[in-house]
């Protein structure tokens, strides 16, 4: 069994997170359960975990309230809610702001450990994405203002000499700012930089 818990469960029944917490421990999974969303929110990093389950209805702060403060922080775990049947139109809603799926209380057993088991697989390609963009993002940062303005025209396609008259600055200025972008980009030219970008979109 995994020594740090990949699973983040979070009900207000403790029943319920000790019955799940046997079944993912007999699938072979760990997992770390919160009683309260508030709890959840205290924990050191919440996105460290691949998958999170919570309930949809609890005290003070529900499940869809602690889904979207934390899609709000950055990355947002693959998230699975547990319902019960007069809540179905709000998991509907989660699902259109980017929850993977929810089960009605009772649920069958083996579904749940289905669905969390599909989370994890696909936190593995969505966290490779966040952080591919988070890296893009921070190379984007350490441009000087200049160097942004460069860029801009550079990448609408404007010749040097004209980004020079542009900015009232020599050519030989305007390769070094170029030369520099690429370089603090990790690019080799306008073209890789181009695509690059398109990563954000």
């Not at 949809?56 to 602690?66: C, F, Q, S, T, V």
């Not at 988070?134 to 990448?155: H, K, N, S, Y």
């Amino acid at each position: 069994m995994a020594s740090d818990p990949r699973i983040a469960l979070v009900d207000d029944d403790a029943a319920v997170r000790d019955a799940l917490k046997w079944l993912f421990a007999s699938r072979g999974h760990s997992v770390a359960s919160f009683e309260s969303a508030a709890a959840l929110l205290a924990d050191r990093d919440p996105s460290r975990f691949s998958c999170l389950v919570l309930d949809l209805r609890m005290p003070g702060m529900g499940g869809m309230e602690l889904f979207q403060t934390l899609v709000g922080r950055g990355y947002c775990p693959p998230t699975l809610f547990l319902t019960g049947h007069g809540d179905v139109p709000q998991a509907v809603a989660a699902l259109k702001q980017g929850a993977v799926d929810f089960l009605e209380k009772p649920f069958d057993d083996n579904a749940l450990v289905s669905l969390v088991e599909n989370c994890l697989s696909l936190d593995t390609e969505r966290r490779g994405a966040w952080e591919r963009r988070r890296q893009i993002e921070r190379r984007l940062g350490d441009l000087t203002p200049r160097e942004r303005e460069v860029m801009a025209l550079f990448l609408d396609g404007k010749l040097n000499k004209q980004i020079a008259d542009e900015l009232d600055i020599s050519m030989k200025t305007v390769e070094v700012h170029r030369a520099r972008v690429l370089e603090k980009m990790g690019v080799k030219s306008a073209v890789e930089l181009a695509n690059l970008l398109k990563e954000l979109d």
